[in-house]
């Protein structure tokens, strides 16, 4: 064995042992000694394998050490798994807290299952001297329902489906009828029944009350009083304050409108009507401005409904404001310029809704026949989809595909008038139909030979091809008299309505609040 020498310091790992003090030769350390006596027992620990506790069994393969170490290997191995067999797996399931059988004891006392009409246990609790067994469970005294109109189904196909008896049904139409227009009932409309206490049931309910939205200013009322049915009207306070709306012509003028709060339809009516007077085709600026007046109800249940454009203005940077008012008969209604005149003269001049004239009338050369042809109409540049209007009456005389002009259409307004639209999407007439100025007959497409969805357009002058642009034709009729001044007196109440934005609310002699008068945005 390895002896330090004396005289020197015998280095370990993470000590250091020095010689005797007295330096006696052959005399370790006292540091030394005790590791000399640890190391022994180490050795006496590893059952003679050196000084190692543990043997590498790739080392010394056949020696009397490896063989000892194969053997403790093999006792190892053999003790952990005759342990390992001795230990109980976990279970992967709890036990139930209780039993199908108690479970079932125990439903007698649960209220759920009763009042959805379900079974009770197989055994029965003790009742109390006091409690007397029910031969079937009590019916609720009352039934509040609803019933929600659909534009489907009738008003007695609505009482009937909600369980009202056909006695009930008979009466209240009787009631309903003479006040309400069965058969227009606005979609969507709730009707509130209540269904009473029945003898038996055998019979059907009977019907307690019932009410229901007859109009957009009026609710009925029905109730039962001594065994017989009475109605009762409850009128509903409505405002009828024109809405006025005023806003920058942007980029698209039907989007500033939407966008302004204005219906679809009543942006749709707003451009066709400005289309009479307007010239479109020489382009509106984004920074005009639009001016409308439109009938609304607001009833003071917070339901809106609008009605008809009263009123149509459009003031344009260096020109002259055009001002165009709804006047005449119920049924037939025109609209007249603020002299008096009407708008209607002859075809329209932009038969597309906001649309923007392109490519004029004329040689140009055409972008994808790569040369230059003649253009027989004017292109006005639209949003797919747009509205593509008559530009007067008359009969369609040709509704189909033609050619490079795409999804075309033409009309037959006389003997020597006739106007084409080209590169439609889809149609809204077919041949032989009949069409009034104003009148959607398709919609803005890019079908044909076109590079994006636009509208061409064409007038034939007896036979010839025409700049629409250039055409003149005699105004139409002008009012005069008692009925210019109506006119001119409604044009003055449109003007002096302030712009949406304020809220009135006006109050009688007495002090109680009366009609409400809203103007928003």
Partial sequence: MFQPNASTAATLPGMAVPADAGG???????????????????????????????????????????????GACFALCGTAIVLGTMVASIPQTMRPAITPAQREMVRPQIIAPLALGGTTGTVALPSPRLVEALAEAPERPRLELTA????????????????????????????????????????????????????????????????????????LAISRV??????????????????RVKGMVGGNLGRSLRGAGIPANLANDFIKTMGYAVDFQHGIGKKDR???VVERDVAETGDIRYGALLFAGLERAGKDPVELGRFGPAGHPEYFRASGESARKGLMRTPAGGARLTPGFGMRFHPLLAYSRMHQGVDFGA?????????????????????????????????ELSTGYAHMSRFAVRSGQSVSQGQVIGYVGST????????????????????????????GSQLSGASLGTFLSMMNRMRALTAAGSAVIATGKDGHRGRRSTRMH
Avoid: C
């Avoid at 189909?400 to 006389?414: A, D, E, L, R, T």
């Fill in 290 to 292: 639009f001016d409308i």
């Fill in 383 to 415: 949003p797919m989809g747009s509205p593509i209007l008559a530009a007067a009456n008359g009969t369609v005389a040709f509704a189909g595909p033609h050619g490079g002009h795409g999804n075309y259409v033409m009309i037959k307004h006389n003997k």
């Fill in 448 to 475: 044909g030979l076109s590079t994006g969805p636009h509208l061409h357009y064409e007038v034939w002058l007896r036979g010839q091809a025409t700049n629409p642009v250039g055409l003149k034709f005699i105004g």
């Fill in 226 to 243: 001594d065994d017989a049915l009475q109605i009762r009207r409850i009128p509903i306070a409505v405002d009828s304050t024109p809405l």
């Fill in 24 to 70: 006696s030769p052959g005399r370790l350390s006292p540091a030394w000694q005790r590791l000399k006596e640890r190391r022994k027992r180490l050795e006496l620990l590893g059952i003679g394998l050196g000084t190692e506790i543990s043997t590498d069994l790739g080392d010394n393969i056949g020696t009397r050490g490896w063989w000892l170490g194969l």
């Fill in 148 to 219: 929600r109109t659909n534009g489907r189904d009738s008003f007695e196909t609505l009482l009937r489906r909600a369980g009202v008896s056909a006695a009930d049904i008979a009466a209240v139409t009787a009631l309903v009828r003479p006040n309400a227009n069965l058969a227009a009932l606005p979609g969507g409309s709730d009707i509130d029944i209540v269904l009473g206490r029945r003898a038996t049931k055998s019979v059907p309910r009977p019907l307690e009350s019932l009410g229901l939205r007859a109009a957009f200013d009026l609710r």
